[in-house]
Each structure stands twice: as C-alpha cells, then as structure tokens.
C-alpha cells in the first residue's frame, strides 16, 4: 500500500475469509483445476486472462444445472459477436427454485421472500409455497398459449406476485419485460408495443407516499396500444376494482393449482429478459439478455462478488423498472431470502427502509447513494436507533457515493458494515466495478474490478491507464453482455452503442480511475464531462463539493462550453429558506479550492427541480443539448422523464439567450 492510500474503512477479518465461498472457489481451483491464486488481485488476473477456464470453473463450482452440456465455453473473443457455452442448454427459473451453490437444495420450508409494501401489507413466501405458485401460474400462461419465445410483460410493482410471474414465464421459456405501475401510459406503450407481447400482467392499483393511484386507465390504454395481446391477467393489488375482459390473477391461479413444476430447458442465449435504455433521446433500446449469461453472471456476482447463500437476507430498494428489481431477484439462485419493499423510502419518513432492515433481519442491505446523501442531509443515525447488528454489507449504486456518504455510512450505520459501493449498467445486468468479501474498503472507493470484468481506464490515445482519469472499457466479453438489441437484426444499433469509438472493445461511457491497489473512482459520465480549458472533470466530483452543503437539496453542472466558447452553469435546487445570494460567495470559494479555478461556474442558477429519468439519474446529456440550441424534442422523450415538467425552466432559459 502507498503512503498516499486513503483511510482503509473497512478490513475482512482473516478467520471471517476462510468461511467465504470465494476462498472455497479458490480452494477448489487448486484441488480440482490446478490453479493457484492466493488473494482477489491475483484470482481477478485468473478471471480476465483466462476466460474459458475461469468461466467453466465458476459454472461447475457453483452448480449450474445443464441438461445439455456445452461444447466450447468461448467461441471467439471478437466483440460483439462472441459465443457461450454453445450447445448447452438450461433454464433460469429451475436454478432460481430447486439449484443452490454448490449443490446446496432449497427445503421447502425454507424463507424465499419476504415482502413489505408501506401501508403496512406483508407476505412471506416459503421456498415451497413460492415452487407451488410459480407451477399455477405457468400452467395458466400455458393455457393461454404462452410458448418459448413468446413475450410476457407487466406493469407491475416490486412484489410477489410479479416475481411468480417471471420465474412462470422464464420456465416457459417465454422473454419477460417489466415496467414500475407509476411510469405513464407513453413511456410503457414506447417498450412494450416494440417487443409485441401475447400476456400482460398488471395491478388495479399501487401505494406510494401515503396515496392510492388507480392503474385502470393506464392498463386500458395500454392495452389499445398491443394489439397481438392474447390476454390480461389483472392482480387485484390496491383498491380494488376490474378492467373489463381481463382475469382475475388469483382466481386463474386457483384453477390450477397442483400443476406440476417443469422446466423447459433453452439455449445457453436464449431471450431471457429484455431491459431498456433510459430512452431519452428516441424510444428506449430494448436490451436482450440471456438465460445462460444471466444465470452465471448473477451466480458469480451474487455468490463470490457478494457471499450471498442460505441463511442470508438480501434487500436492494429498487422498483420493476431498474435493472436492479432483476439483481435482487437472483437471490433466489444462491438460495437466499430475498427482501422485497413497495412504497416511497421515505414514507412516513426517511427511516422506514432502516427499520425493514431491523425487522427483517437484513444482512445484504441495497440502496442507491442519491438516498445515502438524503439520510446524510437529514443527520439520520440508523444504528443508534435500530439494531443493524444483522447487516454485515451495504450495497450502492446508481450514481458515484460521495466521500461524505461512504463516511456516513461507516460512522452511523455501522464500522462492521462492509460498504460495497458498486458500478454497472443495465446494459450487462450486473456491477462490473464493486466489492468482495476479501478486500478492504478504502474511503471514497469501489473496492475491486468484477471477476470476469476485463475493466480499464483508457487515455485519449486508447492506451490503458493506471492513477489516472480515463474513459471505462471492458475489453473482453463477458457472458451477461446483450444478446442483441430488439428489431436490430443486423447489430448495427448495438454496435454503435458501444463498440463504434474502439473497434472490438465495449466503451461503457463512464469516466473511471483504476488505482495501483485495483480500487477505483467513477466519475461520472464521460460525454458530459466538464472540459475547462483542457481540464477535464467529472460531474461527480463537482456534485460532492455542491451537495455537501444542507442547503443545496439537488444540483446540476452543464458545461456549454465549445472550444472557447460557452459558460459553466450550475443550477441549484435550494432548501427552504435558503437564498442564493448568501450561499455564492462560500460555493465559489469551495469550489476553487477542491477543484480548480476553471472549474468555479459563470453563473449559478435556481431551479425547482433537477430533470431525471424514471430511474432517477440526472439528465445531464439531454439538458447539455438544450442548452447548446437543439431543439428540445429532439433532445429528449419527455415520456422518458420522472418529472417532464422540470425541462421547462431549462428551455426558456436557453431561447432567452
């Protein structure tokens, strides 16, 4: 370690890492693979010089079920267009409901899930009770005429009964999609009317900060808007009520009842999802992954990134529009109880998540690091008011966690608590920059390179980089990599997302820091990089400085600048009570100090409200585009939007200028 290395936060105990299943991995590798690694760093070279091999060992290690076993782990290495495990062919929902790491079987009596909505509603489902319903509702979309390859879709929230219809349809061989039930009738009918589905699943009504919302018009329009539909089958989730020529999810479910529980078993690539793009710019990207791709990417990332097993409990906030209601649910393959929450995080307040984590004994904690610097803000201490001693790991994601967050959450949530800030994409379902459960946390860093994950920080020449700023590129394959883009049958879609600027190589769009000791810092995204002068930062570095101060609830940085021209502006949301005048001179004063004196902005605005997407990000592309004189519908789907009506301040000011 350098002189210079940050704080170590966090240290794995030595006797706590012989228990972990990564060691075991590691163990076996050398009695069964002649492969002899000691530690993470030289286990993720392993990973990422020997794909086949490593790769194979982590299907046989972890117990992946084939019916027909695969040829050649790896044909080719060219991306896009290398091949997995050709020939094998298996099933998701079979390693979700009966496999296990290692061997290790579900009992029936076993927790499976464990749901929460915020009125106070509750379910438990036993491994048993959950293989039951799973069984009746793949006997009803068989009924139906759901067959392999059909598409199944829900408008639908984080709850049981949209988990039974996945892992129903994925035993079919059927291609799942989903959207939260807040998204309006536009942004669904803008995915789902591009994948032609033959089921839709939908709730009457959702719960959200202390309200009841109606979905029936929303399902009756959609519904106008799919004409190859063959049926609905309506949960009767919140305020009762029926749309008309639907069935009634329960009332199918009873008739068949007893069904048996098969598996059909499908190609290794086999459509086992389709996610999407923010679609901001143009109709979301529809992203195909795989059956097999998931199953042992998930494994390796649940099991060994993660140490997840029987006995764990694991939560991630996410809603069934996030690429992470996808990850939690992959609990099921390792065997752990999975935690799911329907509700606003902070309704009635901000603690309700800390105390669904004391009630349910949460060890795997998941949120995203927008709500770790809101429970900052508010000087939340979860851990003096709630027992946490159940929680060994936090996880982080959907936006770079600030310094003040990682010691936030080592100072009030818990010292014993591992912080596993991670980074990733829907586009690979999966953080290819994270943690593992034998490597230190250092502050303000992600903790590792992902096993598998090929990840380096490319210079403005495409050289790789160490100690320095540079874009992120994953220059292998990996298996959860898209199988292809939805009505992109020659690849060209997909290629231009992410193989256009580096030939063969996935350029992923972040700015990232890979440092000597194999941690790294996640900038933020590189196409709104804030370029002064020939400085380049990140936005998120600018973010940390700006949001720190409780006077700021939300921030956005756009550098309009063009060669010489052009400003850096930051708008600002305030708190109540706050006036900009008085608040300036200390910004400035801060931001010249811990960036730059290019980097102090021409002129900071207020705003109401920071445009995000529906998954919460910042729309700082879209909002760069406006103010640089592109018409504002062709810079962004306003359906693609949380709240469409924060654009309008950001339009009027670029024609004021």
């Not at 190859?228 to 020529?245: F, H, S």
């Not at 679609?279 to 042992?296: C, N, R, Y």
């Not at 080592?410 to 980074?423: M, R, Y």
């Not at 939805?486 to 600027?501: Q, T, V």
């Amino acid at each position: 370690m350098t002189a210079d290395a940050p704080e170590v936060l966090w240290r794995p105990d030595a006797g706590r890492i012989a228990d972990t299943k990564i060691e075991g991995f590691r163990q076996w590798l050398r009695s069964e693979r002649d492969v002899h690694v000691t530690d993470y760093a030289e286990l993720w070279e392993f990973s990422t010089r020997s794909l086949p091999e490593f790769w194979s060992a982590v299907t046989e290690y972890l117990g992946v079920r084939w019916h027909d076993r695969p040829g050649q782990v790896l044909s080719g290495t060219e991306m896009p267009g290398a091949r997995w495990f050709e020939g094998g062919t298996l099933n998701y929902a079979e390693h979700a409901l009966t496999g296990g790491v290692a061997g290790a079987a579900k009992a029936d009596d076993d927790p499976a899930v464990i749901f929460q909505r915020e009125d106070g509603l509750t379910e438990e489902l036993t491994y048993g009770r959950l293989r039951s319903q799973v069984a009746a509702a793949r006997a009803t979309l068989r009924a139906l005429g759901v067959e392999k390859g059909d598409r199944v879709v829900a408008l639908a929230p984080n709850c049981p009964q949209t988990l039974v219809a996945f892992l129903a349809a994925a035993s079919l061989g059927a291609t799942w999609s989903s959207c939260s039930p807040d998204f309006g009738v536009r942004a669904v009918a803008d995915r789902f009317v591009q994948i032609e589905p033959k089921v839709l699943i939908a709730v009457n009504g959702y719960v959200y900060n202390g309200r009841s919302f109606d979905t029936r018009p929303t399902v009756e329009e959609l519904r106008s808007t799919l004409p190859g539909l063959a049926a609905t089958l309506l949960v009767d989730y919140a305020g009762g009520g029926t749309v008309p020529g639907a069935l009634d999810w329960d009332t199918v479910l009873a008739e068949h009842a007893g069904a048996p529980l098969e598996f059909d078993p499908v190609e290794f690539d086999h459509p086992l999802w389709v996610l999407y793009s923010s679609g901001t710019t143009g109709l979301p990207k529809g992203i195909v992954q795989g059956h097999g791709g998931i199953t042992v990417e998930h494994l390796k990332a649940l099991a060994l990134q993660s140490d997840l097993g029987p006995g764990e409990r694991f939560f991630w906030f996410t809603t069934t529009g996030w690429m992470m209601w996808n990850f939690l649910v992959s609990g099921l393959l390792v065997g752990s109880a999975i935690v799911l929450f329907d509700g606003s995080p902070g309704y009635p307040d901000l603690n309700v998540l800390w105390r669904l984590a004391e009630k349910h004994r949460v060890t795997y904690f998941g949120t995203s690091a927008p709500f770790v610097q809101t429970c900052l803000k508010a000087h939340l201490r979860p851990a003096a008011e709630y027992d946490l001693s159940a929680m060994r790991a936090l996880g982080s994601t959907g936006a770079p966690l600030s310094v003040e967050g990682f010691r936030w959450i080592a100072d009030e949530v818990g010292e014993h608590v591992q912080i596993c800030s991670v980074s990733g994409g829907t586009d690979l379902c999966t953080a290819f920059v994270g943690s593992a459960p034998d490597v230190p946390v250092w502050l303000g860093e992600l903790s590792c390179r992902c096993l598998g994950a090929a990840v380096e920080a490319y210079d403005e020449a495409g050289n790789p980089v160490i100690d320095q700023v540079g874009e992120l590129m994953i220059t292998k394959p990996m298996p959860s990599m898209p199988v292809f883009f939805w009505n992109d049958p020659e690849g060209s879609r997909l290629r231009e997302a992410y193989f256009e600027d580096y030939p063969g190589k996935w350029r992923h769009g972040d700015w990232i820091k890979i440092t000597e000791r194999g941690s790294a810092i996640i900038y933020g995204r590189s196409d709104s990089t804030l370029n002064r002068g020939g400085v380049r930062m990140g936005t998120a570095e600018f973010y940390r400085v700006v949001e720190a101060h409780d006077e700021i609830a939300d921030s956005l940085v756009i550098d309009t600048s063009s060669q010489e021209e052009g400003e850096l502006l930051c708008f600002l949301v305030l708190a109540p009570g706050t006036k900009l005048e008085e608040l300036e001179p200390t910004l400035r004063k801060e931001l010249r100090s811990a960036l730059s004196p290019r980097h102090v902005p021409d002129r900071f605005i207020v705003v109401d409200e920071v445009p995000r997407t529906l998954n919460g990000k910042k729309c700082e592309v879209p909002v760069k585009k406006i103010l640089t004189g592109v018409a504002p519908e062709r810079a962004v789907s306003r359906d693609a939007l949380a709240n469409p009506e924060s654009l309008t301040p950001f339009v009027r000011f670029a024609t004021a200028e």
